[in-house]
């Protein structure tokens, strides 16, 4: 069976974090997210697979390109929409097959559900479904879809899962997929509603914590580099090789640690909590329920909590962040999420800076210590 991954979006609404990469590529439990959709192909015997690239499509396609399997891609040249990305995928598709979106975490079991399933969607319980595609079912078959209404409450939200026939391309270039597929039912398909075991999507930054520890839940501990003997590790935890973990730190898992770390004495790392390469952590830091991307480093006697923090940046020392609820007001209305702080690559803070729930633009400076709420563009400097 052929699978078909979606790759192409830059996911305008995670910014400051897709600015400079693609949505797929940014690192969960310190994997790319497009990484779990490949596993859990391979997991279940598909090695055909499909991927449509297309913004900064060449990071994308390095890392493929390092793979141990043997991935065509296909380019869309503008970003059109799903439905548009996989036509481009059209010329190689000969049969059923697979669609997943290359930007959402799903497990093996739940594609293990629809394979044998032909003209099927996965489904998932979702308590704010009004960013999703809301499914109506009857006797487990989809009746009809309606694209991200004005409703809430927990009901049934299409995942972006499907097995499908090729006679999707017999429909308008014009729809999207979500008036296809409600368009084919309407018509007489039986598309079968299949339950999803473990899958998430990040629509906005903060939703990347649930989806990192979604990920943490299937980590193996694995402990490299040098670890003093007067460390504290509970849980499962993973150390990569060159790092170095200094004597009296005290490691709480499921969290996972990158390749030439250095975690300080004295310092705590708590559950939940993935760490990328390079990243320095200094004594008596405090870090839980966060993403620490690449390059990163974090002063003396900080606090880190329910965060993400963007590669390169630089965390002075007696910072701390305040988790609590984010609003902004947007054009589609307005935007809520609880977290501590979202904050871009290159960012550079002053000693004693507060983030209270806050989201911190790319290359952004804060040379004076201050307490900082709201949303700071690109390139912000707070003196």
């Not at 809430?152 to 097995?163: C, E, L, P, W």
């Not at 899958?199 to 906005?204: E, F, L, M, N």
């Not at 903060?206 to 670890?227: A, E, H, Q, R, Y």
């Not at 150390?239 to 004597?247: A, D, K, L, M, N």
Request: one cysteine or more; proline letters at 5%; aromatic letters at 6%.
């Amino acid at each position: 069976m052929q699978a078909v991954i979606l790759a192409g979006g830059e996911g305008h609404r995670l910014r400051p974090l897709t600015r400079g990469q693609p949505k797929v590529m940014i690192p969960v439990a310190n994997r790319p997210v497009i990484d779990y959709a490949i596993e859990s192909l391979l997991k279940n015997g598909i090695r055909d697979i499909i991927v449509v690239a297309g913004y900064r499509r060449e990071q994308l396609i390095r890392y493929l390109n390092g793979l141990d399997v043997d991935i065509k891609v296909v380019v869309q040249k503008k970003q059109l929409g799903a439905a548009d990305a996989l036509r481009s995928a059209e010329s190689l598709i000969t049969g059923d097959f697979l669609l997943l979106a290359g930007d959402n975490y799903i497990d093996s079991e739940s594609v293990s559900r629809i394979k044998n399933e032909r003209n099927a969607m996965l489904v998932a319980e979702h308590p704010y479904p009004s960013n999703y595609g809301v499914v109506e079912i009857k006797n487990g078959f989809v009746t009809g879809i309606v694209e991200k209404p004005d409703i809430s409450g927990d009901m049934s939200v299409s995942t972006g899962i499907f097995s499908l026939s090729r006679d999707f391309f017999n429909y308008p270039a014009s729809c999207q997929i979500p008036e296809i597929i409600d368009l084919m039912v309407k018509q007489g398909l039986k598309l079968k509603a299949i339950p999803a075991s473990g899958w998430h999507d990040a629509i906005y930054p903060w939703d990347l914590l649930m989806m990192n520890k979604m990920t943490l839940k299937t980590l193996k501990s694995s402990l490299s580099g040098v670890i003093s003997k007067n460390t504290v590790i509970s849980g499962r935890v993973s150390v990569g090789s060159g790092s170095v973990i200094s004597p009296f730190a005290v490691i709480n898992g499921p969290c996972v640690i990158g390749e030439d770390c250095n975690i300080g004495p004295h310092t705590c790392i708590m559950p939940h909590t993935s760490i990328g390469s390079r990243v320095k952590i200094e004594p008596f830091s405090y870090v839980e329920n966060s993403i620490l991307m690449d390059d990163v480093s974090i002063g003396s006697h900080s606090r880190i909590t329910d965060s993400v923090i963007g590669e390169g940046s630089v965390i002075s020392d007696n910072n701390s962040t305040v988790t609590g609820r984010y609003l902004h007001e947007s054009e589609k209305g307005v935007i809520w999420g609880t977290f501590g702080a979202i904050i871009g690559a290159g960012v550079t803070s002053a000693p004693f800076t507060v983030f209270k729930h806050c989201m911190i633009g790319n290359m952004s400076s804060i040379e004076k210590g201050r307490v900082i709420e709201g949303n700071l563009p690109d390139n912000t400097v707070v003196r």
